[in-house]
């Protein structure tokens, strides 16, 4: 497992708590950041592809390693990369963060892997928390019996943000970042390119870079030359 989070299971740098805009879910934020580590047990996350999952279940990771515990984070829409025995020996981290378990649900070795690590996790009084972009009752679950285990612990719903929190969110990323960003940039990127916000963020990344590399202003003419 070790050479395996060598190999880039690492949760993002900037996947945190206090860069991640709450909007709706500030009890949920609340949650991940204290109850979740007195009561261990299992934790199932929901929402669209607009509401952060992965940055939360990333979050949990950094927290874990700021508690001088040991993390790993799973991100199964790149299961093709991985084969089930990649949950071999998870019980052994005080902290498993299973990104888009849905992707992989329908699949029966995969099934029967993460139903048995379920339960080595349990076993071992770990933190389990996994995502999906659907509530329990709407997984594509073979096993009946993972999809009871995994509406045993809490389950919160993920709300997206806002088009003015989308908005608060894209500032406060710039402003960490140093950047200046004007209202008309950031309406133009919503207006023009898709609204989940982690391709959002990662187009300011590339826009912050671009712009540090020619010494240019951001605009909205250089978005265009950028992104175009």
């Known amino acids: 497992m070790t050479q395996l989070l060598l190999q880039g299971l690492q949760p993002q740098a900037h996947s945190t708590f206090s860069n991640f805009y709450a909007g709706q879910n500030q009890n949920i934020i609340n949650?991940?950041?204290?109850?979740?580590?007195?009561?261990?047990?299992s934790v199932y996350l929901w929402g669209n592809s607009r509401c952060g999952l992965s940055h939360l279940l990333q979050a949990v990771c950094h927290e874990a390693i700021r508690l001088q515990q040991t993390a790993m984070y799973l991100p199964l829409k790149e299961a093709k990369d991985y084969t089930p025995e990649i949950l071999m020996g998870v019980e052994q981290m005080d902290v498993l963060c299973i990104d888009d378990i849905d992707v992989v649900l329908g699949q029966r070795p995969w099934e029967e892997a993460l139903f048995d690590a379920y339960n080595r996790v349990q076993?071992?009084?770990k933190l389990w928390l996994c995502s999906a972009k659907t509530s329990v009752r709407g997984l594509n679950c073979l096993l009946a019996d993972l999809q009871s285990r995994l509406a045993w612990g809490q389950v919160f719903h993920v709300e997206p943000l806002s088009e003015t929190d989308t908005i608060a969110a894209l500032q406060l990323r710039a402003t960490e970042r140093g950047m200046i960003v004007g209202d008309e940039v950031i309406h133009f990127l919503l207006n023009h390119y898709q609204r989940?916000?982690?391709?959002?963020?990662?187009?300011?990344?590339?826009?912050d870079a671009a712009s540090l590399a020619q010494k240019k202003r951001i605009t909205v003419p250089f978005v265009k030359e950028i992104l175009e």
């Open 31 to 41: 949650y991940l950041q204290k109850e979740c580590w007195e009561q261990k047990g």
């Open 123 to 125: 076993d071992h009084h």
């Open 196 to 207: 989940d916000l982690n391709a959002l963020l990662l187009l300011l990344e590339k826009l």
